[in-house]
Protein backbone atom coordinates (compact mmCIF):
# COMPACT_ATOMS: atom_id res chain seq x y z
CA UNK A 1 0.00 0.00 0.00
CA UNK A 2 1.47 3.02 -0.57
CA UNK A 3 1.89 6.16 1.47
CA UNK A 4 -0.02 9.32 0.96
CA UNK A 5 0.08 12.50 2.20
CA UNK A 6 -1.43 15.93 1.62
CA UNK A 7 0.68 19.45 1.40
CA UNK A 8 -1.22 22.39 1.71
CA UNK A 9 0.51 26.10 0.60
CA UNK A 10 -0.66 29.20 2.03
CA UNK A 11 0.09 32.53 2.77
CA UNK A 12 -2.19 33.37 5.49
CA UNK A 13 -4.84 34.65 3.52
CA UNK A 14 -4.62 31.98 -0.02
CA UNK A 15 -4.30 28.24 0.17
CA UNK A 16 -4.58 25.30 -2.24
CA UNK A 17 -3.88 21.37 -1.23
CA UNK A 18 -2.27 19.02 -2.67
CA UNK A 19 -3.17 15.55 -2.63
CA UNK A 20 0.28 13.00 -3.37
CA UNK A 21 -0.63 9.52 -4.22
CA UNK A 22 2.58 7.38 -3.31
CA UNK A 23 6.03 8.04 -1.26
CA UNK A 24 3.93 10.57 1.34
CA UNK A 25 6.60 10.00 4.03
CA UNK A 26 9.10 12.75 5.02
CA UNK A 27 11.90 11.49 2.90
CA UNK A 28 10.07 11.19 0.24
CA UNK A 29 7.88 14.70 -0.09
CA UNK A 30 10.03 16.82 1.38
CA UNK A 31 13.25 16.09 -1.01
CA UNK A 32 10.73 17.63 -3.55
CA UNK A 33 9.65 20.32 -1.31
CA UNK A 34 13.48 21.60 -1.18
CA UNK A 35 13.85 20.66 -5.28
CA UNK A 36 10.89 23.20 -5.86
CA UNK A 37 11.98 25.60 -4.10
CA UNK A 38 15.76 25.55 -5.08
CA UNK A 39 14.59 25.01 -8.65
CA UNK A 40 11.71 27.41 -8.92
CA UNK A 41 10.93 28.99 -6.29
CA UNK A 42 13.38 31.43 -5.06
CA UNK A 43 12.14 34.70 -6.61
CA UNK A 44 9.16 36.71 -6.17
CA UNK A 45 6.74 33.95 -7.65
CA UNK A 46 7.83 32.01 -4.37
CA UNK A 47 5.84 33.95 -2.21
CA UNK A 48 2.53 33.10 -4.20
CA UNK A 49 0.56 30.51 -3.73
CA UNK A 50 -0.55 29.09 -7.06
CA UNK A 51 2.43 29.23 -8.29
CA UNK A 52 4.43 27.24 -5.17
CA UNK A 53 1.43 24.91 -5.81
CA UNK A 54 2.60 24.47 -9.80
CA UNK A 55 6.28 24.56 -8.57
CA UNK A 56 5.30 21.30 -6.74
CA UNK A 57 3.52 19.92 -9.61
CA UNK A 58 6.63 20.43 -11.85
CA UNK A 59 9.04 18.63 -9.56
CA UNK A 60 6.47 15.47 -9.07
CA UNK A 61 4.18 15.73 -12.37
CA UNK A 62 1.40 13.17 -12.52
CA UNK A 63 1.61 11.89 -8.38
CA UNK A 64 0.33 15.85 -7.13
CA UNK A 65 -2.78 16.51 -7.43
CA UNK A 66 -4.58 20.04 -6.62
CA UNK A 67 -8.16 19.45 -4.40
CA UNK A 68 -11.22 21.71 -3.95
CA UNK A 69 -11.35 21.24 -0.60
CA UNK A 70 -8.63 21.77 2.35
CA UNK A 71 -10.03 18.96 4.77
CA UNK A 72 -7.63 16.31 5.79
CA UNK A 73 -8.36 13.05 3.50
CA UNK A 74 -8.75 10.04 4.88
CA UNK A 75 -6.06 7.63 3.84
CA UNK A 76 -3.43 10.54 4.50
CA UNK A 77 -0.49 9.12 6.88
CA UNK A 78 2.03 12.43 6.84
CA UNK A 79 0.93 16.58 6.13
CA UNK A 80 2.49 19.03 5.41
CA UNK A 81 2.09 22.74 5.47
CA UNK A 82 3.97 25.84 3.30
CA UNK A 83 4.03 28.90 4.44
CA UNK A 84 5.23 30.96 1.94
CA UNK A 85 4.34 34.22 3.07
CA UNK A 86 6.42 36.95 1.88
CA UNK A 87 6.84 40.20 -0.40
CA UNK A 88 5.81 38.64 -4.15
CA UNK A 89 7.96 41.60 -5.66
CA UNK A 90 10.68 41.79 -7.38
CA UNK A 91 14.41 40.51 -6.09
CA UNK A 92 12.79 39.10 -3.04
CA UNK A 93 13.92 35.97 -1.68
CA UNK A 94 11.24 33.93 0.22
CA UNK A 95 12.41 30.66 2.19
CA UNK A 96 9.18 29.24 2.96
CA UNK A 97 8.47 27.23 6.08
CA UNK A 98 7.90 24.15 6.25
CA UNK A 99 6.20 21.90 8.88
CA UNK A 100 5.91 18.18 8.88
CA UNK A 101 2.94 16.43 10.67
CA UNK A 102 2.57 12.88 11.69
CA UNK A 103 -1.31 12.08 10.70
CA UNK A 104 -2.84 9.84 13.86
CA UNK A 105 -6.20 7.54 12.27
CA UNK A 106 -7.45 5.66 15.40
CA UNK A 107 -9.14 2.45 13.83
CA UNK A 108 -10.64 1.48 17.66
CA UNK A 109 -13.02 4.35 17.02
CA UNK A 110 -14.47 3.59 13.72
CA UNK A 111 -18.10 4.69 13.10
CA UNK A 112 -17.77 6.81 15.92
CA UNK A 113 -17.91 11.14 14.78
CA UNK A 114 -14.53 11.61 12.80
CA UNK A 115 -11.77 14.00 14.98
CA UNK A 116 -11.33 17.37 14.11
CA UNK A 117 -8.71 17.87 11.27
CA UNK A 118 -6.44 19.14 13.96
CA UNK A 119 -6.50 17.15 16.49
CA UNK A 120 -5.37 14.38 14.15
CA UNK A 121 -2.13 16.12 13.72
CA UNK A 122 0.79 15.44 15.86
CA UNK A 123 4.06 18.01 14.73
CA UNK A 124 6.92 16.51 13.81
CA UNK A 125 9.47 19.73 12.69
CA UNK A 126 9.18 23.30 11.58
CA UNK A 127 12.12 24.70 9.32
CA UNK A 128 12.70 26.95 6.96
CA UNK A 129 13.07 25.09 3.54
CA UNK A 130 16.67 26.40 2.99
CA UNK A 131 17.80 24.25 6.24
CA UNK A 132 15.97 20.93 4.49
CA UNK A 133 19.40 19.39 4.47
CA UNK A 134 19.44 15.65 4.37
CA UNK A 135 20.35 14.84 8.01
CA UNK A 136 17.33 16.81 8.90
CA UNK A 137 14.86 15.13 6.62
CA UNK A 138 16.41 11.84 8.07
CA UNK A 139 16.38 13.43 11.78
CA UNK A 140 12.55 13.95 11.00
CA UNK A 141 11.76 10.76 9.60
CA UNK A 142 13.27 8.86 12.38
CA UNK A 143 10.83 11.16 14.67
CA UNK A 144 7.84 9.56 13.71
CA UNK A 145 9.23 5.80 14.08
Known amino acids: MSTRSQVKVTDGDNSLTLYHHTDGYPSGILPLIRQAWTKYGQEWEGARVYKVASMLCAVDPVIFEPLDYHT ?36 RHMGEEPKADEERLHALHTCKVSELTDPVIEAIENKNN
Open 72 to 107: IHGDIEFYYLIDCKGTAHIGTKPDWTVTTYAVSFDF
